[in-house]
């Protein structure tokens, strides 16, 4: 199967959506199948090459969240470059320019069309003060959702979202987890001295975009708030993202921000922690939070969101009211002084991400790909 994606966001920026797509395009070409990305343009790291898989339209950043690139591309050119790629289907996995043009290309060439969705724009246009456009917003959604044959939700929870907002046939593209790359086993002493935490310390990380949406003022609130009770544990931020070089300039007691990491130095930072803590009422699943739990640690989480899907109060995960500086502080005073429930929580993690394998997500949405195929191939021959 030969499959073209369209995105605003894929390697090298680093965001939820672009390590989803990345994790798709390899596992894709990793079962024989051949996969085109039409994206942004970005700068590459140094002394990297961009991916071959790539498409690049001109572009520069968007004004509300300056890490995005806003796409301005070039129809016919775009055009040109699926017709020599020859897909078989097209996944539009955003709704702006690109996937835009993602969808005028499927029109023009007649191709069958799979959309996903992946964000919360109701939570995240709150966040951002910019609530007056939603009315607008969702007409436009409504209509762009309209033209693909299904529209993939990562959980349950946001696919009753868009029914509610009048989205109706869709489907289910959930998340997975590599116990090989997220488990216990990547646990460092020299990692966790590294970040000022010795033998019997307690680390609390952070890890994902560092954005307004995620909640991390409430978190840096609510470790301050708790003070001389927190000891000498530590609490590590592990991103990047708008806020990143702020928290760096406050200089806070007892925070670390590490930045990006990736690959084995992703799994070492999740691994050498004692607790996560996941404060974002944001997430239309959170697959940050089920590589914690792969990687067997105690977790704190907003209960909101996609997250609901997998995660039980006292089982798998300490579950607080949303949006709290209060719930935040009362949640980790009771994860650092009680081992007992870390380790039944870990317990509870593990189990959690060893039934989530990313091989069955995967047969999932070929088979949704493969129906998008069967019905145009009926259609034309009707």
């Known amino acids: 199967m030969r499959i073209a994606v369209f995105s605003e966001v894929y390697w090298p920026m680093v965001s939820g959506v672009g390590v989803t797509l990345l994790r798709l395009t390899e596992a894709l070409e990793a079962r024989g199948h051949q996969v085109r990305v039409y994206s942004a343009s970005y700068s590459i790291p140094r002394g990297r090459a961009d991916r071959p898989e790539v498409h690049r339209s001109p572009s520069v950043p968007l004004f509300l969240y300056p890490d995005v690139q806003w796409a301005f591309p070039r129809l016919r050119d775009v055009s040109e470059d699926v017709r020599r790629f020859r897909p078989d289907v097209v996944h539009v996995a955003t709704e702006f ?3 835009l043009t993602g969808l005028k290309v499927a029109r023009q060439l007649d191709l069958p069309l799979i959309a996903s969705a992946h964000t919360d724009y109701d939570k995240y246009a709150a966040r951002y003060g910019v609530d007056w456009v939603l009315r607008a917003g969702w007409r436009y959604l409504r209509w762009f959702y309209g033209q693909s044959h299904r ?7 946001y696919q009753e979202h868009l029914h509610r907002r009048g989205v109706t046939h869709t489907g289910i593209w959930s998340r997975g987890v ?7 086993g990547y646990r460092s002493d020299a990692y966790r001295a590294s970040v000022g935490v010795g033998p019997t310390d307690l680390l609390v990380t952070y890890i994902g975009r560092i954005a307004r949406e995620k909640n991390l003022a409430l978190l840096l609130a609510a470790w301050d708030q708790l003070g001389p009770e927190r000891g000498s544990a530590k ?41 996560f803590a996941f404060p974002s009422a944001t997430e239309t ?3 940050s939070l089920l ?22 109060h006292g089982n798998n995960a300490w579950l607080i009211e949303p949006n709290s500086v209060s719930a935040i502080a009362d949640g980790l ?14 317990e509870g993690g593990l189990r959690t991400a060893e039934q989530r394998p990313w091989d069955e997500v995967y047969d999932q949405l070929i088979a949704d790909y493969q129906d998008a195929i069967d019905v145009r191939h009926m259609t034309r021959a009707a």
Do not use: W
Request: hydrophobic share 40%; glycine share 12%; charged share 20%.
């Open 97 to 99: 320019t690109i996937g």
């Open 151 to 157: 529209v993939l939700c990562p959980s349950r929870i």
């Open 178 to 184: 590599d116990t090989s790359c997220f488990n216990p």
């Open 235 to 275: 609490l590590s931020l592990v991103g990047r993202g708008p806020l990143e070089a702020e928290i760096r300039r406050r200089q806070i007691p007892g925070v670390h921000v590490a930045g990006l990491l990736d690959g084995r130095p992703l799994s070492t930072a999740y691994a050498s922690a004692d607790i």
């Open 285 to 287: 699943f959170g697959n």
């Open 291 to 312: 590589e914690a739990m792969g990687s067997g640690l105690p977790s704190l989480v907003a209960a909101a969101g996609g997250v609901l899907e997998f995660s039980e």
């Open 333 to 346: 005073r009771r994860l650092l002084h009680d081992a007992a429930l870390r380790r039944k929580l870990s």
